[in-house]
């Protein structure tokens, strides 16, 4: 089964680019998909399959995955990307989904 | 527009029982499975519960097994989950959410904004 691992916390200036990582999936099977949720709000998918995006989702937020780190990436940061990102899978033999602990980003 | 709206989170005593509801419109809900996520307090989120499009399949997390039932009326658009032998670690806001996506690929797409569940004496 798979545990979710993510940095705390990560800090970034306004108008530099903030990477976030998760690991501890099933490399070469696992699909990560990404989440954010800033204060007082529900969380919103903003990364789906390891690099696609719903609509509505600025170009400025992509994913990647390299087999065994999957990673999201906020360029050009604002003060409204300051939030709590999620990232998650789905554990199919399972029939279970997992979350990541999350990681609050702090727009300094 | 896709809606989710939750309702009847209470404050409920240890042991005791309670169900949750989610409406669901601007999507044809008989087609996508739907799932409970919760959030305890300050913490993050964890997957609760999750129902197939037909409500034959359910799926539930550790924690809650045999103490929490998920169930779907797709003739009235709305998802339950009734919950028993309620402990204070099942204090949380619980958010209903979409599901999409097949195997490996499913992630939660719409949110609703969640109903407050508060276990304690």
């Known amino acids: 089964s798979s545990v979710l691992t993510q940095p705390p916390s990560v800090s970034v200036a306004p108008g530099q680019t903030a990477t976030i990582s998760c690991g501890g999936f099933?490399?070469?099977?696992?699909?990560v998909h990404w989440y954010r949720q800033r204060p007082g709000q529900a969380p919103v998918l903003v990364v789906y399959?390891?690099?696609d995006r719903p609509s509505g989702i600025p170009d400025r937020i992509s994913g990647s995955n390299s087999g065994n780190t999957a990673t999201l990436t906020i360029s050009r940061v604002e003060a409204g990307d300051e939030a709590d990102y999620y990232c998650?899978?789905?554990?199919?033999?399972?029939?279970?989904?997992?979350f990541g602990p999350g990681t609050k980003v702090t727009v300094l | 527009e896709v809606q989710i709206l939750e309702s009847g989170g209470a404050l409920v005593q240890p042991g005791g029982s309670l169900r949750v509801s989610c409406a669901a419109s601007?999507?044809?809900?008989?087609?996508?499975?739907m799932a409970w996520v919760r959030q305890a307090p300050g913490k993050g989120l964890e997957w609760v519960s999750s129902i197939s499009d037909t409500g034959g399949r359910t799926y539930y997390a550790d924690a809650v097994k045999g103490r929490f039932t998920i169930s779907r009326d797709n003739s009235e658009n709305t998802l339950y989950l009734e919950m028993n032998s309620l402990r204070a670690e099942d204090t949380a806001l619980y958010y209903c959410?979409?599901?999409?996506?097949?195997?490996?690929?499913?992630?939660?797409?719409?949110w609703g904004q969640g109903t407050l569940v508060t276990v304690s004496s």
């Open positions: 998650q899978v789905w554990e199919s033999s399972l029939d279970r989904a997992v």
């Open positions: 399959d390891d690099t």
């Open positions: 959410a979409r599901m999409d996506g097949d195997y490996e690929l499913i992630r939660f797409d719409h």
């Open positions: 601007g999507f044809t809900f008989k087609f996508f499975a």
């Open positions: 099933n490399t070469g099977s696992d699909s």
